[in-house]
T-cell receptor, first 117, second 117 residues
Framework: DAGVIQSPRHEVTEMGQEVTLRCKPISGHDYLFWYRQTMMRGLELLIY????????DSGMPEDRFSAKMPNASFSTLKIQPSEPRDSAVYFC???????????????FGPGTRLLVL | AQKITQTQPGMFVQEKEAVTLDCTYD???????LFWYKQPSSGEMIFLIY??????QNATEGRYSLNFQKARKSANLVISASQLGDSAMYFC??????????????FGTGTQLKVEL
């Protein structure tokens, strides 16, 4: 089975530009998570969805960040306008409550390395 | 207070030796889950092992085992017979609350493990 797929793997952009990160969760998983990883703050949960519905977006840093999940197999995280402090690795992860022995284990995508100049 | 504490920023171990990575957690929930992830230099987050709070036996997965001491609120990862490929950052994480209830994970700051010849 394919794991979580993220695109692009690397993104370099200039301050003020719009950035869109994409994620395809593992088929059958009904939870999707967006994390950000930086040296200063470690791994932070930004937002998560259950059955395509946002459940908790309290980790979204500010209004410049938005996330959508239009269907069970696709989610986007958008930053508009981007700033240099948004430079980080952004991970998408998915899970399912019905995983038997590994209930609710989150499986991560390879991440998107974002650099905002 | 930190929910997940990893007090060892860096560890060294000789190849073929065993190593223990420490993790303590803080929660008032009776039902919770503890996870360990590995992040090699390539950046992906790899799930290693899971321990549920009601599991009576320590979890094991190949060379990985989780030393779960509930009263001490510790969930240390033990890697036996270390290999060079084990060199990576290791994160401890906790899910609070019962399974199926919105499985947010809180991550520790990580331990960088270096396996030496």
């Amino acid at each position: 089975d394919a794991g979580v797929i993220q695109s692009p793997r690397h993104e370099v952009t200039e301050m003020g530009q719009e950035v869109t990160l994409r994620c395809k969760p593992i088929s059958g998983h009904d939870y999707l998570f967006w994390y950000r990883q930086t040296m200063m703050r470690g791994l932070e949960l930004l937002i998560y969805f259950n059955n395509n519905v946002p459940i908790d977006d309290s980790g979204m840093p500010e209004d410049r960040f938005s996330a959508k999940m239009p269907n069970a197999s696709f989610s986007t995280l958008k930053i508009q306008p981007s700033e240099p402090r948004d430079s980080a690795v952004y991970f998408c992860a998915s899970s399912s409550p019905s995983q038997g022995q590994y209930q609710e284990t989150q499986y991560f995508g390879p991440g998107t390395r974002l650099l905002v100049l | 207070a930190q929910k997940i504490t990893q007090t060892q920023p860096g560890m060294f171990v000789q190849e073929k030796e065993a190593v223990t990575l420490d993790c303590t957690y803080d929660t008032s929930d009776q039902s919770y889950g503890l996870f360990w992830y590995k992040q090699p230099s390539s950046g992906e987050m790899i799930f290693l092992i899971y321990q549920g709070s009601y599991d009576e036996q320590n979890a094991t997965e190949g060379r990985y085992s989780l030393n779960f001491q509930k009263a001490r609120k510790s969930a240390n990862l033990v890697i036996s017979a270390s290999q060079l490929g084990d060199s990576a950052m290791y994160f401890c994480a906790m899910r609070e609350g019962p399974t199926g209830g919105g499985n947010k994970l809180t991550f520790g700051t990580g331990t960088q493990l270096k396996v030496e010849l």
